[in-house]
């Protein structure tokens, strides 16, 4: 079925080739060189950068699994009935003095092993005790010199918890102002033990980092390695060559460039997969475009990211930034030889509250020079941050780099806006504000534009197959105006939405 809008979008893509003859012809090249087609993708999501939401699975058979790194813990005393807090978010003492829970109020775990861990607060000290080795302090920046700590749970009502501190006692909250780790633990578990706590999980973490640290060095191997050989395989290459789509985006983590042997707790064995899959690639002629979607300490504070504990360190230091570049130069020139790279995504969603313009700017040319020396055809993607306007990006790009590309994602979903519209609501919030949103940085002198990220999810509730496929038909529509292309996310979901294989084979979405 025809309808107005793929005709509008055939006409611009008309336009854009002419455009680009045409501005080749004058000696351009602000422009396209290659020979551009039109992308239309699936990522490989959830494979070599674990996301625990997409195959829970993965994480059942962790010991003691709800405490993994980066799990944020709050804890009310059963004696005061108030929240344990960082006073200031840190830096001095612990109290017992607040009615209601946020940021001070919460907890964020270091795993050490299944029983150990240290614990950070919101300024990101980490829990100590004092000099007279009592008190319950927030003041030491260093994890190492920081305290290790237990939570023991009430076997028939695990949140309900004891906290044994680096001294081998319990702690108490004797007062609303008075945190003491010299409790014997012998009141039962009453109220009127000061020991006891109540302990609301209030975030989990399940990328990379949580679970091969929570595994540990002996078990990981195996788990991640049965992982990457069954997720994705050649089978899959071959029905994505076969279902009209022409390009796989291929999310991977920092630590993969020194495979066989990456820093703990990553495991060696992934650089392995990647090489299968630019053969796999190059045998069903499809492009890839290597999405650097974890880069080293984060780059926005999101399991997908592999951060630790939510915390975004990416950028902070020179050195983060230089060993990004080596890990880009090292993926380029591994795979510049196959005919299937087309492009390198120098990182994925960056977030605006923890990357500053002016550094991601620095290292998106940096990155640009390192993918160049190796891969001189192959586009350039550079990701706009989460939380900014996607815009900000185009200065950058004008005239001092070619075939490099901005990738803009749109899901209807995360904020507020989305939870209360309609079906129709959500199609027109795609044909009009997306459309516009894309059309702001789609210019005929700048950047190539790619939605590299979008599925056919939302809030709606009871929404029927019809509903989807319209909602994934009105996003073709609009995202293949994109003059990059687009990718769905993702090929493999245990939530069938998000499964784009299911949802081509349920129907949900025609190509
Ligand atoms: C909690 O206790 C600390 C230390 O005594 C005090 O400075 C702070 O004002 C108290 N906060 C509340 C909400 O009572
Ligand atoms: C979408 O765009 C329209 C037209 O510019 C505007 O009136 C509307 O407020 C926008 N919707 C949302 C939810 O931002």
């Keep these: 079925m025809k309808t107005p809008h793929t005709k509008h979008s055939q006409l611009l893509r008309f336009v854009f080739v002419f455009a680009h003859v045409f501005f080749i012809s004058n000696g351009r090249t602000l422009l396209s060189t290659n020979n551009h087609q039109m992308i239309r993708a699936v990522n490989l999501g959830g494979w070599l950068v674990t996301e625990g939401w997409m195959k829970p699975s993965l994480f059942d058979s962790i010991p003691n699994k709800d405490f993994l790194d980066g799990t944020e813990l709050q804890f009310k005393s059963a004696t005061i009935g108030k929240y344990l807090s960082a006073e200031l978010g840190g830096g001095t003492i612990i109290v017992a003095n607040r009615t209601s829970a946020s940021g001070w109020e919460s907890f964020r775990l270091w795993r050490i092993n299944e029983r150990s861990f240290h614990i950070k607060v919101f300024n990101n000290q980490f829990l100590g005790l004092d000099s007279a080795g009592v008190n319950l302090v927030a003041i030491s920046t260093n994890s190492e010199a920081s305290g290790i700590f237990e939570i023991i749970r009430k076997p028939d009502d695990p949140s ?302 009871g929404a029927t197959k019809e509903d989807f496929q319209r909602f994934s038909k009105a996003q073709q529509d609009v995202y293949g105006r994109a003059s990059f292309g687009w990718s769905y996310w993702s090929l493999k979901n245990v939530n069938n939405h998000w499964s784009m294989e299911w949802m081509i084979k349920n129907g949900y979405i025609k190509l």
Aim: aromatic letters at 10%.
């Design 160 to 461: 309900r918890v004891r906290i044994k501190a680096p001294n081998g006692l319990f702690l108490q909250a004797k007062t609303e102002d008075l945190v003491t780790a010299n409790s014997q633990a012998n009141g039962g578990w009453r109220n009127d033990d000061p020991s006891v706590f109540e302990m609301t999980i209030v975030q989990r973490l399940q990328g990379e980092y949580q679970i091969t640290n929570g595994y540990g060095p002996l078990k990981a191997p195996k788990i991640m390695k049965d992982h990457w050989d069954t997720f994705i395989v050649e089978k899959d290459f071959e029905f994505i060559a076969t279902s009209g789509l022409n390009a796989v985006r291929l999310p991977i983590g920092w630590w993969t460039a020194s495979d066989p042997t990456p820093p703990k707790p990553y495991v060696g064995g992934s650089l392995l997969h990647l090489d299968n899959a630019f053969l796999w690639a190059k045998k069903y002629k499809l492009k890839v475009i290597l999405d650097l979607h974890a880069a080293p300490g984060s780059q926005n504070g999101y399991e997908h990211s592999a951060s630790r504990d939510g915390s975004i360190l990416w950028g902070q230091t020179e050195e983060s930034i230089q060993e990004t570049i080596r890990v880009i130069e090292f993926f380029t020139a591994r795979y510049a030889p196959n005919p299937s790279l087309y492009a390198v995504e120098l990182i994925n969603e960056p977030r605006a509250s923890g990357v500053p313009l002016d550094v991601l700017s620095k290292y998106y040319e940096a990155g640009y020079q390192a993918v160049r020396k190796h891969a001189p055809n192959a586009f350039v993607i550079i990701s706009s941050r989460i939380g900014a306007d996607a815009t900000e990006l185009l200065p950058l790009t004008v005239s001092k780099m070619k075939d490099v590309v901005i990738d803009t994602h749109y899901y209807n979903l995360f904020r507020d806006i989305f939870n209360s519209m309609t079906v129709d609501q959500n199609i027109d919030y795609v044909r009009v504000n997306r459309s516009s949103e894309l059309q702001a940085i789609t210019t005929s002198n700048g950047p190539l534009t790619f939605v590299g990220e979008w599925v056919a999810e939302w809030q709606v509730q």
